[in-house]
């Protein structure tokens, strides 16, 4: 158990609608990543926040948003679904700025349908 | 932007043999960290060993050890005394110092121990 925790484990959908995705990171850590896993793409980074603000984004579609809030737990939304946006979306979180070890939540199965 | 390369889709091992996944990267950067994460069928994204470049020492942890080749920039996982367990598959990724943090995934390799 790598302490990050990620809701729903499972999240069944049809396209067009409109999702939102947990993530609790591990005490004491301030920054949250999100990952994408697809069959097609492996895996990508899509975005990081760190304290509250966004730091970094890699390729997250415009119909994909996140926010990390004050109690740091982020969420990951994701709107207009297509069938191509099925997929594991791992969150993770790491120690104050710099530390280099990313520990991995156990991710959500998103299938839309 | 850096890339990280796993040749091998698959590969299999005899119970309690010892086995190398092969990773190269390519960077310009001269300090980073490089990673193995191991993903069993339960999906969990699990840290497996890490390596600062600055460091000429080849990490190890219990059974798994790197052979980290700067010059080369290969990063090749050991394992030795392969478990039942140890059946997943094997991301090697890559961090920069600076900048972004962002880890960048190899395509992976799926590691099959055979009994």
């Known amino acids: 158990d790598s302490g990050v925790t990620q809701t729903p484990k499972h999240l069944i959908t049809a396209t067009g609608q409109r999702v939102t995705l947990r993530c609790s990171p591990r005490?004491?850590?301030?920054?949250v990543y999100w990952y994408q896993q697809s069959l097609d793409q492996g895996l990508q980074f899509l975005i990081q926040y760190y304290n509250g603000e966004e730091r970094a984004k890699g390729n997250i579609l415009e119909r994909f948003s996140a926010q990390q809030f004050p109690d740091l737990h982020s969420e990951l939304n994701l709107s207009s679904l297509e069938l191509g946006d099925s997929a594991l979306y791992f969150c993770a979180s790491s120690a104050p700025w710099g530390a280099d070890t990313q520990y991995f939540g156990p991710g959500t199965r998103l299938t839309v349908l | 932007a850096q890339t990280v390369t796993q040749s091998q889709p698959e590969m299999s091992v005899q119970e309690a043999e010892t086995v190398t996944l092969s990773c190269t990267y390519d960077t310009s950067e001269s300090d980073y960290y490089l990673f193995w994460y191991k993903q069993p069928p339960s999906r969990q994204m699990i840290l497996v060993i890490r390596?600062?470049?600055?460091?000429?020492q080849n990490a190890t942890e219990n059974r798994f050890s790197v052979n980290f080749q700067k010059a080369a920039k290969s990063f090749s996982l050991k394992i030795s005394d392969s478990q039942l367990g140890d059946a997943a598959m094997y991301f090697c990724?890559?961090?920069?110092?600076?900048?972004?943090?962002?880890?960048?995934f190899g395509q992976g390799t799926r590691l099959t121990i055979n009994p």
């Open positions: 390596q600062e470049a600055y460091k000429q």
């Open positions: 005490s004491g850590d301030l920054s």
């Open positions: 990724a890559y961090r920069s110092v600076q900048g972004a943090q962002k880890l960048v």
